[in-house]
Each structure stands twice: as structure tokens, then as C-alpha cells.
């Protein structure tokens, strides 16, 4: 048996999903978690041979926990499954160590396929996703120009952002000025815009 861990803040669709997968005869759902930090304590205590991780939770996203996942217990492979198909978190979560990338839409039975092949050592990627991932190109974003944006998405001012992020205001204008830039956008606000479609934020 596939031992896995579903991880997944929508309590409806985590149990449709643990429903679903529990009926393939190869696959149990070992443990259920509705935030990233619960995926982790969860993976800790009963070791899954897959974690199945959606990325937009609270406490802690999926790719939050891929990374915690893959220093903390090696041996569970990590598939991601979003709603969000957008190239920077495709590249983040490859990068935190995710085997897999699927988007929500796909059928049951191809979630529990790519499951399987996760757990083989194969990497499983939506095409469509992938595409996109290469003409999108790498996150041109430096970390601190994440942190700077994300701050300032809200509406926040630059002393608001400065104050939380512990610099100075020059440096965060110097932050959201070299993200304005990279992202192509006119201010802060589109850039954080862009920054969130393309997943970087």
C-alpha cells in the first residue's frame, strides 16, 4: 500500500479527495492536514510515502512544507496539486523538492497515476504548466524583493513596509524600485500584481 499524507485547507475538498483516493486499491490515506505546519507534523509522526500538498494554505503554504519535508523526512515524495497553475510556483516548488505539479481540474484517476510514478522516482508535471514555465523564463526576483512586495501588496507605505521588514526606507524603495523594474510594470502595485500571477509571490 501507498501510505499518503493530504494535505489541503478546504475540509469539502480534502475529504472528497481522501474519498476518492482511499477507493484506489493500492493508496491509503494515512493522515489528513489543513495547513502546512500541520503537513509536517503529521508527515513527522506517521512517515507517508507521498505527501499531496495544495500550495495556498494558511500557517505554512505547500511549498513551505515540500522544502520543511524534504530536510525532515527525506524519504516522502512530494506531488503538489493547486488550483493555481502558475509558472513561478512550478519552479518554486520544484526547487523546494517536489517530484510533482498537478492542477486541480485533471480527473481522480490521473491524481492517483501520478502518485504511483512520484512514489517510482518519475517527476510528473502538467504539460500545459510546463509549457508555460519556459516561455515564463526563471523568477527574475531577488528574495528580499519578494519579502519588500509581499509587504507592500496590501497598500502598506514604505515606512509600514520598512518598519516590518526592519530596513531602512531608502532600501525599500530601492527594492521596489529594482522589482518595478524586472516585473515591467509602472509601480508597486502592478508589480506585486505580476509577481502573484506568475507565482514568484
Same mark, same amino acid.
Given at each position: 500500500?501507498?501510505?499518503?499524507?493530504?494535505?489541503?485547507?478546504?475540509?469539502?475538498?480534502?475529504?472528497?479527495?481522501?474519498?476518492?483516493?482511499?477507493?484506489?486499491?493500492?493508496? !491509503?490515506?494515512? *493522515?489528513? @492536514?489543513?495547513?502546512? &505546519?500541520? =503537513?509536517? #507534523?503529521?508527515?513527522?509522526?506517521?512517515?507517508?510515502? %507521498? $505527501?499531496?500538498?495544495?500550495?495556498?494554505?494558511?500557517?505554512?503554504?505547500?511549498?513551505?512544507?515540500?522544502?520543511?519535508?524534504?530536510?525532515?523526512?527525506?524519504?516522502?515524495?512530494?506531488?503538489?496539486?493547486?488550483?493555481?497553475?502558475?509558472?513561478?510556483?512550478?519552479?518554486?516548488?520544484?526547487?523546494?523538492?517536489?517530484?510533482?505539479?498537478?492542477?486541480?481540474?485533471?480527473?481522480? !484517476?490521473?491524481? *492517483?497515476? @501520478?502518485?504511483?510514478? &512520484?512514489? =517510482?522516482? #518519475?517527476?510528473?508535471?502538467?504539460?500545459?504548466?510546463? %509549457? $508555460?514555465?519556459?516561455?515564463?523564463?526563471?523568477?527574475?526576483?531577488?528574495?528580499?524583493?519578494?519579502?519588500?512586495?509581499?509587504?507592500?501588496?496590501?497598500?502598506?507605505?514604505?515606512?509600514?513596509?520598512?518598519?516590518?521588514?526592519?530596513?531602512?526606507?531608502?532600501?525599500?524603495?530601492?527594492?521596489?524600485?529594482?522589482?518595478?523594474?524586472?516585473?515591467?510594470?509602472?509601480?508597486?502595485? !502592478?508589480?506585486?500584481?505580476? @509577481?502573484?500571477?506568475?507565482?514568484?509571490?
Amino acid at each position: 500500500m501507498i501510505r499518503l499524507l493530504l494535505a489541503e485547507d478546504q475540509g469539502m475538498m480534502r475529504g472528497a479527495l481522501a474519498l476518492l483516493l482511499n477507493l484506489e486499491a493500492d493508496i !491509503e490515506v494515512v *493522515a489528513e @492536514a489543513g495547513t502546512g &505546519v500541520g =503537513a509536517v #507534523e503529521a508527515a513527522r509522526r506517521v512517515r507517508p510515502d %507521498v $505527501a499531496l500538498l495544495d500550495i495556498e494554505m494558511p500557517d505554512g503554504t505547500g511549498l513551505d512544507a515540500a522544502a520543511a519535508l524534504r530536510a525532515e523526512v527525506p524519504t516522502c515524495r512530494v506531488l503538489i496539486l493547486t488550483t493555481f497553475g502558475r509558472p513561478g510556483y512550478l519552479q518554486r516548488a520544484l526547487a523546494a523538492g517536489a517530484r510533482g505539479f498537478l492542477v486541480k481540474d485533471g480527473p481522480v !484517476e490521473e491524481l *492517483a497515476a @501520478a502518485v504511483r510514478r &512520484v512514489l =517510482a522516482g #518519475e517527476r510528473v508535471i502538467d504539460p500545459a504548466l510546463a %509549457v $508555460a514555465a519556459l516561455s515564463a523564463g526563471p523568477d527574475p526576483l531577488t528574495d528580499r524583493e519578494r519579502d519588500v512586495l509581499a509587504a507592500a501588496m496590501d497598500g502598506a507605505t514604505v515606512a509600514d513596509v520598512a518598519a516590518e521588514l526592519h530596513l531602512s526606507e531608502s532600501t525599500v524603495r530601492n527594492y521596489l524600485s529594482a522589482a518595478i523594474g524586472k516585473t515591467g510594470t509602472r509601480n508597486r502595485i !502592478e508589480a506585486a500584481r505580476a @509577481a502573484r500571477a506568475n507565482g514568484w509571490l
